[in-house]
């Protein structure tokens, strides 16, 4: 309740019925519930990223199946890489589109859909069918579904994470990061992780002699994450943030004006992130070829990339701590900049890892690495994201910045092949070269979050709900049409309980 609100409150129902107005209007976290029922909705909301991480990284064993099934028909024509990457395109898509509904309609159904999306679109992939057989129509079909759900992940990204920021308001003061944390970009690691294992699994089961059906039940398990989390979905009702800050119509050109700076650095550091993120792999892959020989087995190669996926879960669960002792913030740059540093100090030693002798010694290093990017930009960027903006414009300004991250990976993947071959056909450098752009970056991206973002507490959202109403009044803006229908419904009955005092 801001303070001319309040005032007003003051003197048409007393101090007394102020004070109790005001209960109702802003102790989120000192509402009568129980933990499971203040940690359930960042839940349901937050862990549906599980579905990105899984149905993003099984792409890529999938992708290795399909070479091995279908040879040149394959390799050779445009489907490798529509099927790879053209989840981007409708995850971007997703981004926006969701980001805009979660703001001008609804967080709880905007979650549905891209729910229901997930569902539909991971089952029609496990099952893409040619007309008549046709193998080309088999790759179309399965790029077209990868797009359409490639849009369903990109609408967790505004729709989901939005809301578990907002509902962790009602969580303990001291905790509400690291649950934030846990259900989004953790959720997305161990989805990685499963995405690897699974198809180590089924080409067990399967052998490769049946490729067929392990790459089709590989895809179709992504089914179950998002199927599971429906019925908890079902159940969810819009954050209290939203309902009492929702706008009804959006003055953009004001908004703008107040969001503009903030927002191009918040995107500029995630863009950055996974722009970089790219060439994270190049050492994986030196390390791989130590590991395995060239007749290795797909389900050993598979079962590598499990043990490289897992290198994130213990940097995404410190991080997670350490942005709640330390801020999203600081923990954003310690983590980036020692990334940095230690992307360094690799580079500079690299003549000496990049040897067979020295793969375990190359595997520990490389894993601290990647853990201290989950430490970081990992864990944070989707939090800072989360808290740096005002609840009416949350999803869409998430959106755009999450969209800019996937717009950084998809020049990664252009961009760090044409550095690789700046180093003329030497091995050594050809390992060197993306690693000191990644590292820079690193070192890049940590200062203009050091110097830019603000400093984000545990109760920044409140917080920043409250400058940007002070905003909007200074402008002429109505704050009193802000709300959903529910909240004005319970606002009018909460001052009727409060004049019977």
């Known amino acids: 309740m801001d303070t001319t609100e309040k005032k007003l409150v003051e003197e048409n129902l007393g101090s007394e019925a102020a004070r ?62 529509n099927v790879t990457s053209i989840a981007f395109a409708g995850t971007v898509l997703g981004q926006l589109v969701f980001g805009y509904l979660s703001d001008h309609w609804s967080r709880r159904h905007s979650l549905l859909i891209s729910t229901f999306i997930l569902i539909v679109f991971a089952a029609l992939g496990a099952g893409s069918y040619g007309a008549g057989g046709s193998i080309q129509g088999l790759f179309a ?30 969580l303990k003061r001291g905790h509400r990061n690291r649950w934030f944390i846990c259900f989004t970009n953790l959720a997305i690691d161990l989805g990685f992780v499963v995405s690897s294992l699974v198809p180590m699994i089924c080409a067990l089961i399967f052998t490769e002699k049946h490729l067929r059906a392990a790459w089709r039940v590989s895809l179709g398990l992504g089914v179950i994450p998002p199927l599971s989390l429906l019925w908890l979905r079902f159940k ?61 087995p797909l389900w050993k190669s598979f079962g590598w990339g499990t043990v490289i996926n897992l290198f994130y879960v213990p940097g995404a669960i410190i991080g997670a701590f350490l942005s709640d002792w330390i801020g999203p913030k600081y923990c954003l740059v310690l983590g980036v900049l020692l990334q940095g540093i230690v992307g360094f100090i690799m580079t500079a030693i690299y003549k000496h890892l990049d040897q067979a002798s020295q793969v375990g010694g190359f595997v520990v290093v490389y ?30 300004y998430y959106g755009i910045a999450a969209a800019m991250g996937k717009v950084g990976a998809f020049v990664g993947n252009y961009i760090f092949p044409d550095i690789i071959k700046a180093a003329g056909g030497n091995v050594i450098k050809e390992g060197q070269y993306p690693f000191y752009v990644s590292s820079a970056l690193c070192i890049f991206s940590g ?24 905003y909007l009044i200074r402008h002429g803006y109505d704050v009193s049409t802000m709300g959903t229908k529910k909240y004005h419904e319970e606002k009018t009955l909460a001052i009727e309980r409060a004049q019977q005092i």
């Not at 937050?46 to 399909?66: C, E, P, R, W």
């Not at 109760?459 to 400058?467: A, F, K, L, P, V």
């Open 236 to 296: 969810l009702q819009e954050p209290e943030e939203y309902n009492r800050n929702k706008m009804n119509h959006y003055p953009y050109w004001l908004i703008l004006k107040f969001y503009w700076w903030r927002l191009i650095v918040v995107s500029l550091i995630w863009f950055i992130y996974d722009f970089s993120a790219y060439s994270f792999s190049i050492y994986s892959t030196s390390w791989l070829a130590f590991l395995l020989p060239s007749d290795a």
């Open 141 to 170: 079909a399965l790029a077209a579904y990868r797009f359409l759900l490639g849009i369903g992940i990109g609408g967790e990204y505004p729709a989901g994470s939005v809301a578990a920021a907002e509902s962790t308001g009602e």
């Open 367 to 396: 894993g601290i690495f990647l853990a201290l990017g989950e430490v970081g930009p990992g864990d944070n960027i989707g939090l800072v994201a989360s808290k740096t903006s005002a609840t009416p414009v949350r999803g869409m």
């Open 447 to 470: 200062l203009i979050a050091l110097v830019f973002l603000p400093n984000i507490g545990q109760d920044t959202i409140t917080e920043e709900d409250e400058r940007f109403r002070q």
């Open 20 to 81: 109790r107005y005001s209960i109702h209007e802003n102790a989120l976290d000192a509402t009568p519930k129980s933990r499971w029922e203040r940690t359930w909705p960042v839940l349901a909301c937050g862990a549906g990223l599980f579905s990105d991480g899984y149905l993003n990284g099984v792409i890529g064993s999938v992708n290795t199946m399909l070479k091995t099934l279908y040879k040149d028909d394959y390799v050779k024509s445009d489907a490798q890489n």
